[in-house]
């Protein structure tokens, strides 16, 4: 077999760098200094006698020619990642899911059990987490995520939770008969939040009012706080069922909002599926369609 012409830490620093765009990733992700990572660059320039990146204001910017045979690199690395994966038995049981805390909360803990009845062989874990990780680079095999599904080197599947409106503690409910009620009670403000207010009083017909109340910078203290009755939240519609089915809250308006954004079911597209995410994700439209 023939010798790498580039030592293959070098490889793998020039496909994250092509990746992200930056030189911290691969000095995280190999364990060394933002420093060697560009010395592993400039050998490899040096070597191939030519230059891979171009330096821009947005950051490294793979040349033509490092473009042309990214995805030869990133699928190469792929497989070596797969090939280790297939020498870890415990692997082929082990399932672990990023996600965000309110979907992790509100709807997968309650229905989890059903998953892991069907499946015994399979043990589950999880990373609530409002960070976008790298499926291609973290040992991830899926993740479930709200957004507008623009994220690259990823298999991304819509799970039709777009519809939103404004939830709240039955108490707090019973004060609301129109949309310009929401101008006299205390309205939860969601920091991280991407639904909007002035969509939803839009779908309503009726002009955006003050509004005023605690702010939560944690989306799901942010539904504790409209349980506990300290205000009104909005809410995507799959997020809050449960909660409303338990009369724990109630939606005071009938109207309802789509947000340009959805939950989406994500893998890497450079990686290859496993059964345990398939057996998973299978499930999971299973759960989803019985809405």
């Not at 939950?263 to 299978?282: A, E, G, H, N, Q």
Request: glycine share 6%; aromatic share 8%; proline share 7%.
């Amino acid at each position: 077999m023939d010798r790498f012409p580039i030592p293959l830490n070098a490889l793998r620093a020039i496909e994250i760098v092509a990746r992200t765009g930056a030189l911290k990733p691969a000095a995280e992700e190999l364990g060394v200094t933002i420093g060697a990572v560009s010395q592993h660059i400039r050998r490899a320039e040096a070597r191939l006698g030519l230059e891979l990146f171009e330096r821009t204001p947005q950051g490294l910017r793979p040349t033509p020619q490092l473009g042309e045979v990214r995805p030869l690199l990133s699928s190469g690395f792929s497989s070596l990642l797969d090939a280790t994966r297939a020498l870890q038995r415990a692997d082929d049981t082990i399932l672990t899911l990023t996600l965000g805390s309110v979907f992790a909360s509100r709807w997968l803990i309650k229905r989890l059990p059903h998953f892991l009845a069907g499946h015994p062989g399979i043990e589950f874990r999880m990373v609530a987490t409002a960070r976008m990780v790298d499926l291609g680079r973290d040992d991830i095999d899926c993740a479930i995520r709200f957004g507008d599904g623009h994220w690259s080197d990823v298999r991304k599947e819509p799970m039709g939770c777009r519809r939103f409106r404004p939830v709240a503690s039955p108490e707090l409910a019973a004060r609301l008969e129109r949309p310009s009620d929401l101008d006299h009670v205390p309205v939860i403000e969601d920091t991280a939040t991407m639904l909007s207010w002035p969509a939803w009083f839009a779908a309503a017909g009726t002009p955006v009012p003050a509004l005023t109340g605690p702010r939560y910078s944690d989306p799901s203290l942010a539904f504790d706080a409209a349980i506990a009755g300290q205000g009104v939240l909005l809410a995507v519609d799959q997020m809050s069922a449960d909660a409303v089915k338990e009369d724990r809250l109630v939606r005071p308006f009938a109207t309802t909002a789509e947000t340009g954004f959805d939950y989406w079911f994500i893998t890497s597209s450079l990686r290859r599926v496993p059964k345990k995410v398939t057996l998973f994700r299978d499930w999971l439209w299973g759960e989803l369609e019985k809405r």
